[in-house]
C-alpha cells in the first residue's frame, strides 16, 4: 500500500508578520493540515509583501504551539555560518524529536549578501553549498570540525545535540543542481512545475544519488472565491517572482525586484502560480504531482486570504488527496 501523502502549510515570512503565521499555522493544523514548511528571508521579493521576520524564532514557536512537523530553507555559507545552523537544526530537534526538517540552497542574493561577501556565480554557490552541508552533517553527527575551504571553521562542536539528527534536503530548481544535490541530501526539496519537467528534476536527483530518498514539493497557488480574485490576488502579491532563469537569485532588493516585474500583466502569472477558483482543480493538479511519487506537498498560497485559503482546502481538497 502507498503511504498516505502529507500535506504540508507553507508559512510565507516575507508576506506576513511572524504573529499572524503563527496563528495561521495553528489554524492549518485545526483544519487538517498534516505539517508545515517555513522560508528563511532577510528582505521581501517586492514591496507589497512588507514583512520578513527571523525564521528560527518562529520554528521554535510553531513546533511548540502545535503538533505538526515542521522543516525550514536556509542557505549557509553567507549570512549564516554554517555551523550556527548546525547549531540552531540541533536545539530544535533536540527539544523537538522527529518534527524538524532541514532542507538547503544555494540561496538568493537579496537574502544573502548583507553581509558584504562577493555573490558567485551559480556553479560556485552549488560547491560553496556542498562543503557547508559536510559540515552541518558531521557536527549534527557529534564530529569536531576544522575546516579550510570557501568557509571556515576551527574546532567546531555541538555540545547540546539530538539523540537523531534532523533530515537535511538539498533544494534544486534545476536539473543540474537537483542531480547535485542527490550525493549528499537525504531527500530532495522542489518547486512545482510541469509534470514532464517535475519528472526531469526527480530523475535527476535519483541519477546524482537520491534514490529512494525523500522527496518534497513546495507548491505556488492562489485560490479564491472568484476566478479575478484568484488572478489579481496572484499579481498583488507575487508577480515578483515570476522572473525566469537566474534573476530571481542575482537581483538584489525589494526595489529591484518591483522594477523588473512591472510589466507584468496578471494573466501571466499562471505561467508560474497555480491559479484557480476551483478547488477540484487545484486537487487535480496537486494528484499530478503524488503521482510522480511525491511524498510531501507544502502548499503556498501566495494570496493574502490565508483564512479562507485553509478553510476551504481543509474541507475540500485534503480529503480528495487522501
Excluded at 96 to 106: D, E
Excluded at 156 to 163: F, M, N, Q, V, W
Aim: hydrophobic share 45%.
Amino acid at each position: 500500500m502507498a503511504p498516505v501523502p502529507r500535506i504540508g502549510f507553507h508559512a510565507s515570512h516575507e508576506q506576513f508578520p511572524p504573529s499572524e503565521l503563527l496563528a495561521l499555522v495553528r489554524e492549518a493544523e485545526a483544519a487538517g493540515f498534516d505539517c508545515a514548511m517555513s522560508s528563511d528571508h532577510f528582505r521581501p521579493w517586492g514591496a507589497a509583501q512588507g514583512h520578513s521576520g527571523f525564521a528560527w524564532s518562529w520554528l521554535g514557536a510553531a513546533l511548540a504551539s502545535t503538533r505538526l512537523p515542521v522543516g525550514v530553507i536556509s542557505a549557509p555559507g553567507y549570512r549564516y555560518h554554517p555551523a550556527i545552523i548546525a547549531q540552531g537544526a540541533a536545539t530544535l530537534t533536540e527539544m523537538f524529536p522527529g518534527r524538524f526538517w532541514l532542507a538547503l540552497g544555494s540561496g538568493q542574493r537579496l537574502n544573502e549578501d548583507i553581509t558584504g561577501l562577493a555573490w558567485p556565480e551559480k556553479a560556485e554557490r552549488n560547491a560553496r553549498l556542498r562543503e557547508c552541508a559536510d559540515i552541518i552533517r558531521a557536527l549534527l553527527g557529534g564530529e569536531t570540525v576544522t575546516h579550510h575551504g570557501r568557509v571556515t571553521a576551527v574546532n567546531a562542536k555541538l555540545y547540546s545535540r539530538p539523540a537523531e539528527p534532523p533530515a537535511l534536503l538539498g533544494a534544486a530548481v534545476t536539473e543540474a543542481t537537483a542531480e547535485a544535490v542527490g550525493a549528499w541530501a537525504d531527500g530532495l526539496l522542489t518547486v512545482s512545475a510541469e509534470p514532464a519537467q517535475m519528472r526531469k528534476v526527480i530523475e535527476a536527483f535519483r541519477r546524482g544519488g537520491g534514490e529512494g530518498k525523500r522527496l518534497v514539493v513546495q507548491v505556488g497557488l492562489n485560490w479564491a472565491p472568484t476566478e479575478a480574485e484568484a488572478l489579481a490576488g496572484a499579481h498583488e502579491q507575487w508577480r515578483t517572482n515570476v522572473l525566469g532563469g537566474e534573476v530571481n537569485w542575482e537581483l538584489r532588493t525589494p526595489e529591484d525586484f518591483d522594477t523588473a516585474t512591472r510589466f507584468v500583466k496578471p494573466e501571466e502569472m499562471r505561467e508560474s502560480v497555480w491559479i484557480s477558483d476551483d478547488p477540484g482543480w487545484h486537487a487535480a493538479r496537486l494528484t499530478e504531482l503524488l503521482e510522480l511519487g511525491v511524498e510531501e506537498i507544502h502548499l503556498h498560497q501566495v494570496g493574502r486570504n490565508q483564512k479562507a485559503f485553509i478553510e476551504v482546502f481543509g474541507k475540500h481538497v485534503l480529503p480528495a488527496l487522501r
